[in-house]
C-alpha cells in the first residue's frame, strides 16, 4: 500500500493562498481515490475535498483538489483562506467513495494551516 507525505502547509494572511501537497510512495498512487482532510483543535476531522470531486460546502469555490498521477501527488489549492480554515491538513487514500474519515486507514502525517485575521 502507499505511504503519504504531506507538505505545504504555513502561516499566512486571511485572504492568502496555499498549495498543499500529499506525495505517495510505495503503491500504485492511480488506483487510490485520495481525500483531503483537516482537525482544527477540539473538532472533529472533517472532509474537506475528494479526488472524484466533492468539496465540503465550507470550502466550495475556494479549494480545488487535484492529481498529478505521473508524479504520485496529489494537490489542494486553496484561495481565499479565512480564519476558519486554520488546521491540520491530512490527506487519505482508499478504494472507496466515501467522506468519512473512519473508513480510511491510509494516512499522511499531516501539514498545519494557520491564517490569520
Known amino acids: 500500500q502507499v505511504q503519504l507525505v504531506c507538505s505545504g502547509g504555513g502561516l499566512v494572511q486571511a485572504g492568502g493562498s496555499l498549495r498543499l501537497s500529499c506525495a505517495a510512495s510505495?503503491?500504485?498512487?492511480?488506483?487510490?481515490?485520495m481525500v483531503w482532510f483537516r482537525q482544527a483543535p477540539g473538532k472533529e476531522r472533517e472532509f474537506v475535498a475528494t479526488?472524484?470531486?466533492v468539496y465540503a460546502d465550507s470550502v466550495k469555490g475556494r479549494f480545488t483538489i487535484s492529481r498529478d498521477n505521473a508524479k504520485n501527488t496529489v494537490y489542494l489549492q486553496m484561495k481565499n483562506l479565512k480564519p476558519e480554515d486554520t488546521a491540520l491538513y491530512y490527506c487519505?487514500?482508499?478504494?472507496?467513495?466515501?467522506?468519512?474519515?473512519?473508513?480510511?486507514?491510509?494516512w499522511g502525517q499531516g501539514t498545519q494551516v494557520t491564517v490569520s485575521s
Open positions: 510505495g503503491g500504485t498512487f492511480s488506483s487510490y481515490n
Open positions: 479526488s472524484w470531486g
Open positions: 487519505a487514500a482508499g478504494f472507496t467513495y466515501t467522506t468519512n474519515w473512519k473508513s480510511y486507514t491510509i
